[in-house]
């Protein structure tokens, strides 16, 4: 492993030390890279993870979840939603965070069945890969930022950082309801400064990148995180559950 890959190893590890107050803890697990290597990281430190995935039947996070596992083999535990009392708790959670925001009301959603699972588990602590996809260049508005350079790219990381936290604090409103907090170990302050440090180089190539995210993948393949998950392109969490797909169904 190079100094540039053992030094975010060792902010992340540090910020996960900061942040996550037990040992016993969930993760919200998608089986994609941010959360695989979370997952990876938490239990080299120690930590008594659990997997906890959420999703549709058949949903892609389910089924690519339990494909990543086989080799992890980690505790999983996994919520189907109901499609029959989807309705009435997306609208509930809609009249609590009060906003039409969709994404919000998705990952609220989302969070609200991430936490209903922990709490069946008596797992009040769930910790999130939140903070990745924003340090470094994980969306695709950081290939459209790409030809403005890297003051266009800072704009765009400061303002999906602004959005991620001001959305993981409805998040933690609705998990509430289950006493359950959800932490963002790759949101906070420290580690927000060291990210902002790594060259643009290695985190995004090109407008024409897909994967985008190198430094991060290259670390989860110099861990141990499978192959399957280290090349996995980016799904997002309401697409992956099929949570945006039913919700545009009851509207």
């Known amino acids: 492993m190079d100094l540039i890959n053992q030094t975010l190893l060792e902010n992340i590890k540090n910020s996960i030390s900061y942040v996550v107050p037990k040992k016993k803890i969930g993760v919200a697990f998608s089986g994609g890279v941010d959360s695989t290597l979370i997952s990876k990281i938490c239990t080299d ?90 340090l470094f260049c994980g969306y695709n508005a950081y290939r459209e930022a790409f030809i403005g350079g890297q003051s266009k790219i800072n704009e765009v990381i400061d303002s999906k950082l602004q959005n991620e936290l001001e959305m993981m604090k409805a998040v933690n409103v609705i998990a509430s309801e289950f006493d359950v907090k959800i932490l963002q170990p790759l949101l906070s302050v420290g580690f927000i400064k060291y990210a902002k440090t790594i060259p643009i180089s290695e985190k995004i190539h090109s407008s024409d990148d897909l994967y985008r995210k190198h430094i991060i993948r290259k670390l989860a393949n110099d861990i141990g995180v499978p192959k399957i998950s280290c090349t996995k392109r980016k799904k997002a969490l309401q697409y992956g559950s099929k949570i945006h797909k039913f919700l545009l169904k009851t509207r």
């Open 45 to 134: 430190m120690g930590f008594d993870i659990v997997l906890l995935t959420i999703g549709f039947s058949e949903s892609h996070d389910i089924i690519f979840s339990k494909e990543v596992n086989e080799q992890l083999n980690y505790s999983h535990h996994i919520l189907e939603i109901d499609p029959e009392s989807f309705p009435k708790i997306t609208s509930n959670i809609h009249k609590v965070i009060a906003t039409n925001n969709l994404s919000w009301n998705e990952n609220c959603i989302a969070f609200y069945y991430v936490s209903k699972l922990a709490k069946s588990l008596n797992i009040d602590i769930v910790i999130t890969g939140n903070g990745i996809d924003e």
